[in-house]
């Protein structure tokens, strides 16, 4: 009895393709794309793509020039001097903040006037090399590459190093003129050995800390608006991520009533009222539409009053409303390719929560697709997520204008328009019914 009651239950499962997706697909996409995600962050690096770090020498000095030397023979940073197809151009201050800010690099390093002078001193009134980034943006870069100049300091110049050190213990101590000979003598091969250390040997840690380093967050105006500046643009990526992936699930439901109206009869009396389909499919698409601009905005003016999101500014209001109404369009696009290809309401539920759950890993809404490797970035540009969220980044993270967001615009429009065909094509079964 019991082997009979497990054989129907497998049966079943066999027959509803759908739970069988569900059941065992779907967990191991989910699998794969995670474990591409992470596995290759922690691994050597090969899958993540190269940091792009500008740098500005003002100093000039033989320490800053060894030191940006190591900087761009490490295999994961890309570092830029200058400008791309001038190779004797180099940035300056104003060029490297304008750089972080809007994203074509993910960190700048200026190291300063005086910065070979005291390098290895270990001064406490030493320059400081200012490190600008954007903690939002990207969490994770600017602290690597800190992590990095601070292993390089000690690999890139030991010579320098051990010659500050010991020039600080003959002024404060005092060293005879035979141990001043062997010191110059062991500081010559130390420098002929430049580059043999990687930074990574036992002992290093101990060392830390031999460039002081400061973090300028550019998207911060200044001290007392940091905190919530931060706060605004986290709470404005989250609403972007969550409320593109919640539209399409929306979207998809909405489009359950169209199935419903088929199993009923009543779509075929109001194709017999001579509507047409093509019609009829515009007011399912509208409707819809309307309904996932208020989602968003529902969701955005949430945001406003609990978590201070900055809304009410000009250039946001008028990138939200432009945003959301393509992206409401392109979703609803979206749901009624889902439900005219569908056979059933049931059908319509599986399927559309495995692809958009899909979409949404791949596109960026559970986990931020700037973080992730390079080729998942590149995949993510397949998904309706991807466009969304970078849209919704510009305006409220840039704070670049309306004319700014026309690639996300123009990727959305075309694929309103892809699905509004598919759909079209898909519903003429219902018509030779």
């Known amino acids: 009895m019991i082997g009979a009651l497990l054989r129907s239950g497998w049966l079943n499962l066999r027959r509803d393709y759908v739970a069988l997706a569900l059941t065992f697909v779907l ?83 200026i190291f300063p006037e005086g910065f070979g002078e005291s390098f290895g001193t270990l001064a406490g009134d030493a320059p400081t090399v200012e490190l600008l980034a954007d903690t939002v943006a990207d969490p994770v870069s600017y602290q690597m590459v800190a992590g990095l100049l601070q292993g390089i300091a000690m690999s890139a110049a030991p010579d320098l190093l051990a010659k500050r050190g010991l020039d600080q213990f003959d002024q404060y101590v005092g060293m005879t003129p035979e141990q001043r000979t062997q010191m110059d003598h062991w500081l010559g091969e130390l420098a002929a050995a430049e580059g043999d250390l990687d930074g990574s040997e036992a002992g290093l840690d101990a060392f830390s800390g031999m460039v002081q380093i400061e973090t300028v967050d550019i998207g911060a105006p200044d001290e007392a608006g940091k905190t919530a500046d931060v706060r605004q643009r986290i709470v404005a990526f989250y609403a972007a991520a969550i409320g593109v992936m919640f539209l399409l699930f929306s979207m998809a439901g909405a489009m359950g009533a169209l199935l419903e109206e088929h ?12 509507i047409g389909m093509g019609r009829l499919l515009v007011n399912y698409w509208l409707f819809a539409a309307i309904m996932g601009f208020l989602q968003l905005t529902v969701m955005f003016v949430w945001g406003w009053a609990m978590f201070g999101l900055d809304l009410w500014t000009v250039n946001h209001v008028v990138g939200f409303v432009v945003m959301t ?106 018509e030779t019914v």
């Not at 794309?33 to 690096?45: C, E, K, P, Q, Y």
């Not at 890309?78 to 151009?89: F, H, K, N, T």
């Not at 429009?413 to 065909?421: D, K």
Request: proline share 4%; hydrophobic share 50%.
């Open 263 to 274: 199993r009923t009869g009543t779509l075929e009396r109001l194709l017999n009222t001579n």
């Open 325 to 430: 109404a393509v992206a409401a369009a392109a979703a609803a696009g979206f749901g009624l390719v889902l439900g005219t290809l569908c056979r059933s309401p049931g059908q319509l539920q599986g399927i559309s929560t495995i692809v958009i759950l899909v979409m949404s890993a791949v596109g960026g809404s559970m986990f931020p697709r700037f973080m992730m490797p390079e080729t998942m970035q590149t995949v993510g540009l397949a998904t309706f997520n991807g466009w969304a969220i970078d849209g919704y980044r510009k305006v409220f993270h840039f704070d670049e204008p309306v004319w700014a967001l026309w690639p996300q615009l123009l990727v959305l429009a075309a694929m309103t328009v892809a699905f509004l065909g598919i759909a079209r094509t898909a519903a003429r079964r219902w």
């Open 27 to 109: 967990p191991v996409v989910f699998f794969s794309i995670f474990a591409s995600v992470f596995g290759n962050m922690a691994g050597s690096g090969g899958g993540m793509s190269d940091v792009e770090i500008a740098v500005i020498d003002e100093d000039d000095s033989d320490s800053s020039r060894r030191l940006i030397k190591a900087l761009q023979a490490d295999a994961s940073l890309d570092v830029r001097l200058g400008p791309a197809g001038d190779p004797q151009a180099r940035y300056e201050r104003k060029q490297a903040e304008t750089l972080v800010r809007d994203g074509d690099v993910y960190v700048a390093l």
